[in-house]
């Protein structure tokens, strides 16, 4: 019974026992004889449950100690602490030493951990700056933006909130605290000697209220402005008025008109964006508004509480209120019947499409630091092959597993360490770069704004701790793994082996490393594969006009003119001495510019739709003159263009494109044809003297043509087009002529054609060039470690291998060999990843142009390779396993 | 250091372990058997649980090893060890009892009040 009772006191911990060990065990027996004179049922009753009482303290003494006498417990603990520290220094003074005998593999793997990290710290930059930085509103989260669509109505995405229905939300939905109305512009601003066009904000009070804003010098914006006031952003404060803070009172041509300054914002305050110069007081009154427009924003601040779905429940029913209260005119009627609300955060709203693109990256980069970080542990597995003796040894010797463990720990840290500071270096040069390289929040010319918050992306402290914790954990997954195996059980019997090469357990868990980093590296390259070829699509399509060889500009004439046919005269002198330019074929100008400010839109009906009845059809429409369809290369399909006296006069013909031909006058010539567009009051009917090619007005990735019709034009700062083979070269010389003719206008809006194509193709082209660097850098970095564990596998056969070439094994056989086992590998990998991006290419679908997600061929073709590109990364290891000298490598044993 | 302090109010072994060394240093097995007696045989403390009290009591400072009273009885095996309180263990000793009674003071006068209703 004394055995069973000392079992059982052994459950406490050493020290609990040499202290009271003997007292537990003498109380144990004396008890126990106590019981057995009481029977043999109390006495065995005694023993389970004393044993189980020893058993159970003791553990709970292992795991909170309640031995430990004071001076010894703060004893232990400061020796625990210096020997730990100690131990610590000593391992990575060792550390250091090690590596630095072994250049090429610190140099490898601080290199691959530099680039990943960096990659991801660079990222992480970005999304924080863009998505996670709280915008710079009080209660930011409960802002929202409204805007609205009709469903069944062919309009165009984002129809705004008409006055009147803003009124009404104002008036009667309790889930709104408050909502301000604003709508951007650009116009022609003129401080003293300075001129310039200048993107402004037209915004009612309320907008002020209800994102929370003050004023950094005077003040906002009330009920009883009128529209002669202005509120300066903060930028054009410092830059046009030298941060003068008496500017508030005095007055300046802002937008064309004198209007006096009576506040200046803080720099936080950047909004709808950063572009934003002045914000112009918007005095807007339910009674004057009259139904019928559909154009600014609505910001609203929900009030607490409130779900944006139960906001939309709410606002839904007005807009038919409105109407049935309000009327207006039919096409109008039709659309409010069908308004849908549209509330997003209003985050999501400024953010817009970029968000989707910008997880993608850090996704993408995700996986390249997991790729880096298995091929370093693939480096760290093999250096701690090499030294499993070594670490034998001085397991026999008396070290620890913690030691051991730390040991190899130190060497991963001062790695990572390495790779982290290389990384902030990297993130440090690329930010810049990849600020600059971004593409628009909003794609497509007018409309376009650069993405909010970017501009402020940068190294911070929460960036920087990110990149240390990204270190971190790369130097846990690549170094805490092999430190484990490689010191556990086990260790010691390699100690008894010789030096034979047996291949270890290690072999499955290393391949399976390689199969994930294969498979990584196909899903990144199915995706840039997907990409590239949507770019391909995108580029290939044809707009209807010409990309190449025209520029264009938009100015204003410095002064008023008297009637149409003198502006139109000044218009036609000024694109003469345009043409007159050496190099310059033709010269045009439309009031709005396909894929820059796209076109107005109309209801237009004709003799026999109004006879009909049916409902007229909503078509765009823009002003030309000059020679503009020549010089946009825009095809005439039959009929004329304008003439000049046309414009002069403003004579009512119209030419309209294919599809608006085929609209109106399905089956019929028609040129000689008549339309008028609804809202337009009076009964002028144009003619159609021409019919053209249809032409993209917003973006590229529309499927069909939009019906549109072209009126002659004057306007007083059209688009002009001009034709030169030097296109990209003609903005001085442009610039010249505007100093003589008008030299108080700022020239504006200065792009290539080819330029505003490119950037209607701007977030696809960012995101495919750099799934295409990721993906690049997954198949270098896969190929790499499917070519180490391939090599380390050859050198640690080369004695079988050498007795199979002594046994008369060809070169080829052995060869062959080895290339299968990596294809083998390579094959497992290809499949899973194949697999995975199966699931994952639907989150670039949205990117994606005349490509499914799911097309065989791109699958087929990354698939094929990575094999290939696999299997070269085999052949160097398996040229190697041929050439192995039997009588060498015999020897070796 | 706050993990060296003991806790108010003890557990009512820890308080029976106080008690029973208030009448003088004991060995393991004489301790035991006069936390049972002075209990009425409600605590009956295993050897496991009796000894994991004693250290913790000891860690607080509260208990500590000592000279027998008057010369130990010849036993046989080993040495036995006695226990005694320090000046700590007799002032937490004082201060539980005098919060025990104070307890049970009011649990009278309720108990009292109770009676008298009934």
């Known amino acids: 019974m004394r055995a069973l009772f000392a079992l059982a006191v052994r459950a406490f911990p050493r020290a609990f026992r040499e202290r009271f060990g003997a007292g537990m065990l003498d109380v144990m027996l004396a008890d126990y004889d106590l019981a057995r004179a009481r029977g043999r049922a109390r006495a065995c009753a005694f023993v389970v449950a004393t044993v189980l009482d020893a058993l159970v303290e003791g553990v709970w003494e292992r795991i909170a100690p309640a031995w430990m006498d004071p001076e010894a417990r703060a004893r232990a603990r400061r020796w625990q602490v210096k020997a730990m520290l100690e131990a610590w220094k000593r391992d990575f003074a060792f550390a250091v030493r090690s590596l630095s005998r072994a250049p090429g593999f610190t140099l490898v793997v601080v290199v691959t951990l530099a680039l990943a990290i960096g990659a991801n710290t660079a990222i992480f930059s970005v999304v924080k700056a863009v998505l996670l930085e709280p915008l710079p509103f009080p209660n930011a989260d409960r802002l929202v933006h409204i805007g609205g669509t009709a469903p069944g109505m062919d309009l165009r995405e984002g129809l705004g909130v008409p006055d009147e229905l803003y009124f009404e939300y104002g008036e009667s939905v309790p889930a709104l605290e408050d909502l301000g109305l604003y709508g951007t512009g650009s116009s022609t601003t003129r401080v003293e000697d300075q001129v310039e066009q200048l993107f402004f904000t037209r915004a009612t009070p309320s907008f002020f209220t209800t994102l929370g804003a003050r004023p950094l010098l005077g003040r906002l914006p009330t009920e009883e402005d009128d529209d002669r006031v202005v509120v300066l952003s903060h930028w054009l404060w410092q830059t046009w008025f030298g941060s003068d803070p008496g500017v508030v009172g005095r007055s300046y041509t802002f937008a064309r008109e004198t209007r006096t300054v009576i506040g200046v914002m803080g720099p936080e305050f950047r909004f709808p964006d950063e572009r934003v110069a002045f914000w112009i007081a918007w005095p807007l009154r339910a009674a004057q508004v009259t139904p019928g427009g559909f154009g600014p924003s609505v910001v609203a601040r929900m009030a607490p509480g409130t779900e944006i779905a139960g906001l939309v429940a709410q606002l839904q029913p007005l807009a038919r209120r409105v109407q049935e209260r309000l009327g207006g005119p039919a096409p109008y009627v039709r659309i409010m019947e069908r308004h849908r609300p549209i509330v997003e955060p209003l985050r999501e709203h400024l953010v817009g499409k970029v968000a989707r693109p910008l997880w993608i990256l850090m996704g993408a980069v995700g996986i390249i630091f997991l790729i880096a970080c298995m091929n370093v542990a693939n480096l760290f597995a093999v250096r701690a092959e090499s030294r499993r003796r070594d670490l034998a040894v001085r397991r026999a010797l008396g070290a620890g597993r913690g030691g051991l463990v730390r040991s190899q720990m130190a060497e991963a840290l001062l790695l990572a360490a390495g790779g982290g500071i290389g990384g902030a270096l990297i993130a440090w040069a690329g930010v810049p770069l990849l600020v600059h390289a971004a593409p628009d929040a909003v794609a497509g010319g007018f409309r376009s704004a650069p993405i909010p918050g970017l501009a402020a992306a940068g190294l911070d402290t929460t960036v920087l701790l990110f990149n240390a914790g990204a270190s971190l954990v790369a130097a846990c997954a690549f170094g805490l793994v092999p430190a484990l195996r490689s010191s556990g059980a086990g260790l010691l019997a390699s100690l008894r082996q010789s030096g034979r090469g047996v291949i270890g357990q290690s072999t499955l868990a290393r391949d399976a490393l390689v199969v994930v980093q294969i498979a990584s590296a196909v899903v990144l390259l199915v995706g840039s594969a997907l990409l590239v070829r949507s770019f391909w699509q995108l580029s290939r399509v044809d707009p209807g006009f010409d990309t190449e060889g025209i520029f264009t500009f938009q100015v204003a004439p410095d002064r008023e003119f008297a009637d149409r046919a003198s502006l139109s005269r000044f218009q036609y002198a000024f694109m003469d001495r345009l043409a007159a330019i050496p190099g310059v074929e033709s010269v045009g100008f439309i009031t709005l510019l396909p894929l820059d400010e796209g076109a107005d839109q109309s209801f237009v009906t004709t003799p026999r739709l109004e006879a009909s009845g049916a409902e007229a059809p909503l078509v765009r429409h823009a002003g030309a003159g000059g020679a503009y369809f020549q010089t946009m290369g825009i095809e005439l399909l039959s009929g004329r263009y304008f003439e000049r006296v046309e414009e002069e006069r403003g004579i009512p013909n119209v030419i309209i494109s294919k599809s608006a031909a085929e609209l109106l006058y399905p089956g019929e010539d028609p040129l000689g044809q008549q339309l008028r567009p609804v809202a337009a009051s009076g009964d002028t009917w144009y003619t159609v003297i021409g019919v053209v090619e249809d032409v993209l007005l917003d973006d590229l990735r529309r499927e069909s043509p939009e019906p549109m019709v072209y009126l002659p034009a004057v306007a007083g700062s059209p688009a002009y087009v001009v034709k030169s083979a030097r296109a990209d070269r003609l903005a001085p010389e442009v610039r010249a002529v505007i100093r003589e003719v008008i030299p108080e206008s700022p020239m504006y809006r200065v792009f290539t054609m080819e330029r505003l194509a490119a950037n209607a193709m701007a977030s696809l082209s960012f995101t495919m060039l750099m799934l295409i660097i990721a993906a690049t850098l997954a198949l270098v970095l896969g190929a790499v470690g499917l070519y180490g564990v391939l090599s380390y596998r050859v050198a640690r056969r080369a004695p079988e291998i050498g007795v199979r070439i002594a046994l008369g094994a060809e070169g080829r056989a052995v060869r062959r060999m080895v290339v299968m086992q990596g294809g083998r590998v390579a094959l497992v990998g290809v499949v899973v990843g194949v697999i995975a991006a199966l699931g994952l290419t639907r989150f670039i679908e949205t990117l994606l142009f005349g490509v499914q997600p799911l097309d065989a061929e791109t699958f087929a073709g990354t698939s094929i390779v990575m094999v290939a590109v696999a299997l070269l990364a085999s052949y160097i290891p398996a040229l190697r396993a041929s050439r192995v000298d039997p009588v060498v490598a015999l020897r070796a044993e | ?118």
């Open chain 2, 1 to 118: 250091m706050s993990d060296n302090q003991a806790p108010a109010p003890l557990s009512s072994l820890e308080y029976h372990v106080l008690l029973a060394l208030a009448s003088g240093p004991l060995y393991g097995y004489a301790l035991k058997e006069a936390i049972v007696e002075e209990s009425g045989g409600a605590l009956r403390p295993r050897a496991g649980s009796l000894y994991r009290v004693l250290a913790r009591l000891m860690g607080w400072g509260l208990v500590e090893e000592a000279a027998p009273a008057k010369p130990a009885e010849p036993h046989p095996g080993l040495e036995r060890k006695y226990y005694a309180l320090t000046r700590h263990g007799w002032d937490a000793l004082r201060q539980e009892a005098a919060r025990l009674r104070e307890a049970a003071v009011l649990a009278e006068r309720r108990l009292g009040l109770a009676a008298d209703k009934a």
